[in-house]
């Protein structure tokens, strides 16, 4: 039987501990702030200079680093592959609901800066608030556990799915993941 996100792994030890901390990974914020954190992590976002370029587009990758269906969905439309009627329609569904879940994500990351856990900094050129891990918060094991081996495993695909994935504007990447696949966008 299929979880929440129709993934149909056998039930590993791993998941049964997250199935035990989270009800619903769309609206659970300590899995959210999680893949936040993994995906700065795999991305090397440690310094001014090594920063994550506009933290909205955390939100539109964050579904997908949570679902490793998603993860390869998207893989493969990135490659060329034209997305059928289903397909555009799970890929509309999970656009609309990042989007919906903007300021659920502007919270974590004000409390994660509060916290002096992520740095955040406007970018007066882009227009953006651009985003880091603080390396002097960060034990070395800290999001090494292998309970996210899945989440890390999907940042580290999408990572190097699309290219320049730190540096490239929101309106480039909604383009890549879902314009240029038969899914209507807005911005605001």
């Not at 920063?51 to 587009?57: G, I, L």
């Not at 799915?161 to 696949?181: C, F, G, H, P, V």
């Amino acid at each position: 039987m299929g979880n929440y996100y129709g993934e149909t792994n056998s039930s590993s030890r791993k998941e049964e501990v997250k199935k035990r901390i989270m009800f619903n990974k769309d609206e659970d914020y300590y899995f959210i702030t999680y893949n936040i954190l993994i995906l700065l992590r795999t991305l090397d976002c440690n310094s001014s200079k090594n920063k994550w370029s506009d933290y909205t587009k955390l939100i539109y990758l964050a579904p997908y680093v949570a679902n490793a269906t998603l993860t390869k969905s998207l893989i493969k439309f990135l490659n060329g592959k034209q997305p059928n009627n289903f397909e555009q329609d799970q890929l509309r569904e999970t656009y609309i609901k990042s989007k919906l879940r903007l300021g659920v994500f502007s919270n974590i990351l004000v409390a994660l800066e509060r916290n002096d856990l992520v740095i955040m900094e406007k970018n007066n050129k882009r227009h953006t608030i651009d985003i880091w891990l603080n390396k002097e918060k960060f034990k070395d094991s800290f999001l090494n556990s292998n309970l996210f081996s899945l989440e890390v495993n999907n940042a580290t695909e999408l990572k190097s799915a699309i290219q320049r994935l730190r540096y490239i504007s929101s309106k480039t990447l909604l383009e890549k993941m879902y314009s240029e696949n038969g899914v209507s966008i807005w911005e605001g």
